[in-house]
């Protein structure tokens, strides 16, 4: 895919530009350009145009804002200790956005144009990354099916796009949030496309966030969709427990079982937490052994993860059976170390041993 650079000929002012960053948040801010490339079923993908960040013009008949084929992926840009900037493993969101896209039926967009895309993003508008640990420029390719008419059918033309914005910490980073535990709503069932990221995910999830919030917590937790028992994820970020604690903790996550989407955040984690000395372990956990094994001690911290929090740390969990604190609710040592030590590799502090990083400036 050759990208046509054509830059906004009006970026943002120095000063404009770093009061936006100073703002942070996530999604208050765009940067002054975005990529945007087209497919059709006749003629494959066209070459990218990195341009100005603008508006798009749309049909009203276009078929993605009545039946929702979309998909999309989330990663960041880091700066790094030399002024430099990376990004965290992009090969691994091209990869789930080739997966996402054939589960949707949307045309596959090759990795290395994933990659290219991002990067001359990044490039274009590398002064946009914040500088500081923590933050980071969030970057979010997207594709939809932009065929105009009202025909269920997979669309013949797809649209794919490339934003940015400038983030600080999601959550409150040192913050342990709440979550409700949601036996009336699922957020995927097998055969479904719960390990597909597609928008449709999100607009099923958000009665239950709002639920959630009734009931005084941040976040929804899922369970399996047949037993409404087993532990799936947490709103957008999937979920780690740790057992028992010092060196001879283990660190466990519920296994991918085809309804859970599958993090880049937790894969890194399960490396890094074997890196650290500790032993990880994929499996089922139920919301009875939740119970039993924070009220024990088992259990001794909880924490989600996800590209745009990192980690949060969970500090109870609420069902229609009552709360559970997990330890004394303040975030773990585990979870801390855990946190720091992902932070440091992705910001250059840490020796990057998995070769993670791509740099890109
Ligand atoms: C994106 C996402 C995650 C986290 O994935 P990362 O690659 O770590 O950002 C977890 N669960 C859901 C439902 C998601 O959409």
């Not at 990067?119 to 500088?131: G, I, S, T, Y």
């Not at 937790?266 to 490396?271: A, F, G, M, Q, W």
């Not at 001690?297 to 709360?323: D, L, N």
Request: net charge negative; charged share 20%; proline share 5%.
């Amino acid at each position: 895919m050759k990208i046509n650079l054509n830059p906004n000929s009006h970026p943002a002012s120095d000063a404009d530009r770093t009061e936006k960053i100073a703002v942070g948040g996530f999604g208050k801010y765009y940067t002054d350009n975005m990529v945007i490339a087209e497919w059709t079923e006749a003629d494959g993908w066209g070459d990218a145009e990195l341009k100005a960040y603008g508006p798009l013009l749309i049909d009203p008949a276009t078929s993605v804002l009545h039946y929702g084929q979309e998909i999309f992926e989330g990663l960041k840009a880091y700066s790094q200790p030399d002024g430099g900037v990376s990004l965290f493993r992009p090969e691994a969101n091209a990869e789930r956005f080739r997966k996402s896209a054939t589960r949707l039926a949307l045309p596959e967009l090759p990795i290395a144009d994933f990659v290219a895309t991002v990067e001359a993003l990044v490039r274009q508008d590398r002064a946009w990354v914040p500088k500081n640990i923590g933050e980071s420029l969030y970057i979010r390719p997207f594709m939809f099916g932009s065929e105009v008419g009202l025909g269920v059918r997979p669309s013949n033309r797809a649209t794919y796009l490339v934003i940015t914005t400038p983030a600080s910490a999601y959550f409150n980073p040192g913050k342990a949030v709440t979550v409700w535990i949601s036996t009336e709503y699922v957020r995927a069932a097998p055969g479904g496309t719960g390990s597909a990221k597609t928008g449709g995910n999100y607009a099923g999830s958000l009665l239950a966030q709002k639920q959630a919030a009734a009931e005084g917590c941040d976040q929804v937790v899922w369970l399996d969709a047949i037993e409404r028992k087993w532990v799936e994820e947490m709103g957008g970020m999937n979920l780690f427990f740790v057992k028992g604690s010092g060196a001879s903790a283990t660190v466990f996550t519920p296994k991918l079982t085809g309804t859970l989407l599958a993090g880049v955040t937790r894969d890194s984690i399960l490396t890094v937490a074997q890196d650290l000395g500790y032993k990880v372990e994929e499996g089922a956990i139920s919301t009875d052994q939740w119970h039993a094994g924070v009220t024990s001690g088992e259990i001794t911290e909880v924490f989600a993860c996800g590209t745009a929090a990192v980690i949060t740390p969970v500090g109870a969990a609420k069902s229609a059976q009552g709360i559970w604190p997990t330890g004394d609710g303040n975030p773990g040592p585990i979870t801390n170390q855990i946190r720091e030590t992902l932070l440091g590799i992705q910001h250059g502090t840490i020796e990057d041993k998995h070769g993670w990083n791509k740099r890109v400036s």
